[in-house]
């Protein structure tokens, strides 16, 4: 593998001599590399080579577009408020072509990025100023984004958060029982038919034209955040692969599931799981800070209900796989995605003690 990426490396404008090329990170959807090139002046310089993987996305050439646009957009905006845009959001480094994306000729996709030095992505958060930095660094982003046409944008994964039809799938998955599962799973499929009724809450919205159409990142976990070193701020919104048309409240409501949940997504001691509402004033007063002034007063009103049904929804997405066999999400246990929804509809269930709670602190800050 690292011969090929370093042959592939040769395709793309990096500027130096190939000094070494090592497997990067701990992602489970593409091939990451970082390469090192020694510069005229005998400094070395980082990048990020990934292979794209293009059967999670069928669409690489609109993803790559995607993703040029935005951060064309972004790199406008961050340069005139005066930052740094190669540290503030991804740059994309071309092929030798001029291209935003490597096609080898046995059909693989690659890309490359210049690597944003002196600056982490963690997967949990070290304490509740970690919280903040990761909802103003979402902020920022829709904020910077306010202006850009959303629908110019593809869908890279078409009704990823529509609500209904993971409905829907789930309902497919019952009946179909697949792998002879669903007796087990009762009451969690009771849990989520109780509240069928609420699943197109926000999608009505948008369609009656209540809710604008904005770009989303629709991935807002904690470590999509790159955390400066030294200062410790959230400096880079990171991983746009699902950067695509949404609503604002999609990011919000996936950032408090990630960001507040007080135990780990596959806690099997539902006692442990809970809103951790010192987390959540935290996330909510960093994001609607750094947005203040582009959300609607309608938007506002959906951000507590947000965080309740994205939650419900990724429970409902576990569920659904448990049953089909684990087809999609990877296990590393027996019924591990039955405890993932097991703890996500714990959270759910927190929520709605919570609710009240939850939608004062997002009326203080707004």
């Known amino acids: 593998m690292k011969l090929d990426a370093a042959r592939i490396a040769e395709q793309f404008r990096f500027s130096g001599e190939l000094l070494r090329v090592l497997p990067h990170g701990t992602g489970h959807i593409h091939d990451t590399y970082a390469v090192w090139f020694r510069r005229r002046d005998g400094s070395s310089r980082r990048y990020l080579l990934q292979r794209i993987n293009h059967y999670v996305f069928r669409d690489p050439e609109g993803l790559m577009g995607n993703i040029a646009a935005v951060t064309d957009h972004l790199r406008t905006g961050i340069a005139a408020k005066g930052g740094d845009p190669e540290r503030e959001t991804l740059t994309l480094v071309p092929t030798r072509d001029g291209n935003t994306q490597l096609k080898t000729a046995n059909g693989e996709y690659w890309r490359a990025y210049l690597f944003i030095e002196g600056a982490t992505a963690y997967a949990v958060a070290r304490d509740d100023a970690h919280v903040h930095s990761v909802g103003r660094a979402f902020g920022d982003f829709h904020t910077l984004l306010a202006d850009f046409p959303a629908e110019q944008l593809r869908e890279t994964i078409p009704d990823f958060h529509n609500t209904p039809k993971r409905l829907q799938s789930l309902e497919q998955a019952v009946s179909g029982n697949a792998s002879n599962r669903a007796s087990g799973a009762r009451p969690e499929i009771d849990f989520v038919f109780q509240r069928a009724h609420r699943l197109s809450t926000l999608l009505d919205l948008r369609d009656s034209g209540a809710l604008p159409l904005r770009v989303t990142h629709n991935d807002t976990k904690i470590d999509?955040?790159?955390?400066?070193?030294?200062?410790?701020?959230?400096?880079?919104?990171?991983?746009?692969?699902?950067?695509?048309?949404?609503?604002?409240?999609?990011?919000?409501?996936?950032?408090?599931?990630?960001?507040?949940?007080?135990?780990?997504?596959?806690?099997?001691?539902?006692?442990?799981?809970?809103?951790?509402?010192?987390?959540?004033?935290?996330?909510?007063?960093?994001?609607?800070?750094?947005?203040?002034?582009?959300?609607?007063?309608?938007?506002?009103?959906?951000?507590?209900?947000?965080?309740?049904?994205?939650?419900?929804?990724?429970?409902?997405?576990?569920?659904?796989?448990?049953?089909?066999?684990?087809?999609?999400?990877?296990?590393?246990?027996?019924?591990?995605?039955?405890?993932?929804?097991?703890?996500?509809?714990?959270?759910?269930?927190?929520?709605?003690?919570?609710?009240?709670?939850?939608?004062?602190?997002?009326?203080?800050?707004?």
């Open 224 to 366: 999509n955040v790159l955390i400066d070193d030294e200062t410790g701020e959230g400096i880079c919104v990171i991983d746009l692969d699902t950067v695509m048309p949404g609503l604002l409240a999609y990011d919000f409501g996936d950032a408090v599931r990630a960001a507040t949940n007080s135990a780990a997504e596959d806690e099997r001691d539902l006692a442990k799981v809970s809103v951790d509402l010192g987390a959540y004033e935290q996330l909510v007063r960093g994001f609607l800070d750094a947005s203040r002034g582009i959300w609607t007063a309608e938007e506002g009103n959906q951000l507590c209900f947000s965080s309740w049904l994205l939650t419900l929804e990724l429970g409902m997405r576990f569920l659904t796989d448990h049953l089909n066999g684990d087809v999609y999400f990877k296990v590393h246990r027996q019924d591990h995605n039955l405890d993932r929804c097991r703890s996500q509809l714990a959270m759910v269930k927190d929520m709605e003690d919570k609710f009240e709670l939850m939608q004062t602190i997002v009326e203080a800050h707004c």
